[in-house]
């Protein structure tokens, strides 16, 4: 397992390592985790995501983590920060926040939890100015997060991407600066 980045009341944040990407294939690579992101990946696209987040560790001190469940000692997602890289969007180089729960955790607060762990680190560790998320209009689930981690729309930033069907276009964003997150702490 990864080095422990963040820990939660019922979570804990590693880094990613070779071994997860099996795991990740089998419990958040499934067509209901994966119905607004693109659909299901293949084991290649998993491991150079993968390799893509290691690197991105070494250069930019941050990236994506899984979640492991404290009682049981499970995988149950992952969650994370990097640089906006989509090259559609007008603000690339932001920091980005983003997460996924394996669907049989889903409706624990699992999502909420790991993501006000990583909003606090982005701007207590890394200096953030701010952050966003990106998700598509039709992941309701995901920008009510984002609304409940005090996340405002941003429709100025919307775009479509036409690597995504259209039913998930448009992609939107929300953000959420330091002094609004200070603001709400």
């Given at each position: 397992?990864?080095?422990?980045?963040?820990?939660?009341?019922?979570?804990?944040?590693?880094?990613?390592?070779?071994?997860?990407?099996?795991?990740?294939?089998?419990?958040?690579?499934?067509?209901?985790?994966?119905?607004?992101?693109?659909?299901?990946?293949?084991?290649?696209?998993?491991?150079?995501?993968?390799?893509?987040?290691?690197?991105?560790?070494?250069?930019?001190?941050?990236?994506?983590?899984?979640?492991?469940?404290?009682?049981?000692?499970?995988?149950?997602?992952?969650?994370?920060?990097?640089?906006?890289?989509?090259?559609?969007?007008?603000?690339?180089?932001?920091?980005?926040?983003?997460?996924?729960?394996?669907?049989?955790?889903?409706?624990?607060?699992?999502?909420?939890?790991?993501?006000?762990?990583?909003?606090?680190?982005?701007?207590?560790?890394?200096?953030?100015?701010?952050?966003?998320?990106?998700?598509?209009?039709?992941?309701?689930?995901?920008?009510?997060?984002?609304?409940?981690?005090?996340?405002?729309?941003?429709?100025?930033?919307?775009?479509?991407?036409?690597?995504?069907?259209?039913?998930?276009n448009p992609m939107i964003q929300y953000s959420l600066n330091q002094e609004q997150?200070?603001?709400?702490?």
């Open positions: 397992m990864g080095e422990v980045v963040l820990v939660t009341a019922r979570l804990e944040l590693r880094r990613i390592v070779p071994d997860d990407i099996d795991r990740q294939l089998r419990l958040l690579n499934t067509p209901s985790v994966m119905k607004h992101l693109g659909g299901v990946k293949t084991r290649e696209q998993v491991a150079e995501k993968h390799a893509r987040t290691q690197a991105l560790w070494q250069s930019d001190g941050f990236g994506f983590m899984m979640m492991w469940e404290r009682d049981t000692g499970e995988m149950v997602g992952h969650c994370g920060m990097k640089r906006v890289d989509n090259p559609l969007a007008a603000n690339i180089g932001d920091h980005e926040i983003g997460w996924l729960v394996c669907e049989e955790r889903w409706r624990r607060g699992y999502a909420h939890e790991a993501m006000s762990a990583v909003v606090d680190w982005a701007f207590l560790q890394h200096g953030a100015p701010h952050l966003v998320a990106l998700t598509s209009l039709a992941n309701r689930g995901s920008w009510r997060l984002m609304e409940k981690l005090g996340m405002e729309r941003r429709a100025d930033l919307d775009f479509t991407d036409p690597a995504f069907p259209p039913a998930d997150w200070e603001a709400q702490s």
